[in-house]
Nanobody, 117 residues
Framework: QVELVESGGGSVQAGGSLRLSCVGS????????MAWYRQVPGKQREFVAR????????TYADSVQGRFTISRDYAKDTVYLQMNNLKPEDTAVYYC??????????WGQGTQVTVSS
């Protein structure tokens, strides 16, 4: 009974910025990590960024290192992805992911990000 709702996607020019948000709701008790993935049609879903509750420990894909920043609002079960200096190859559907201490995993519905050259 966990729901993740992403927002903030859209169409931007190369070099522009977007901030994605993902708000968790429902039967959430203990979050181990929240993360962002992305997927383009016909390709495998790709890891983008992750932030763990303990630490916290943050990990980025090499392709977005230095351009994207992941953060969390722990009081609101919300994770953000600040995306700067966007490139056309960043175009994808971006998915929020939540993993709880039980190892139950949940996905959001996805939000489209389109970067034009």
């Amino acid at each position: 009974q966990v729901e993740l709702v992403e927002s903030g996607g859209g169409s931007v020019q190369a070099g522009g910025s977007l901030r994605l948000s993902c708000v968790g709701s429902g039967n959430i008790y203990s979050i181990n990590e929240m993360a962002w993935y992305r997927q383009v049609p016909g390709k495998q879903r790709e890891f983008v960024a992750r932030i763990t509750t303990s630490g916290p420990r943050i990990t980025y894909a090499d392709s977005v290192q230095g351009r994207f920043t992941i953060s969390r609002d722990y009081a609101k079960d919300t994770v953000y992805l600040q995306m700067n200096n966007l490139k056309p190859e960043d175009t994808a559907v971006y998915y929020c992911h939540l993993r709880m201490a039980t190892n139950w995993r949940y996905w959001g519905q996805g939000t489209q990000v389109t970067v034009s050259s």
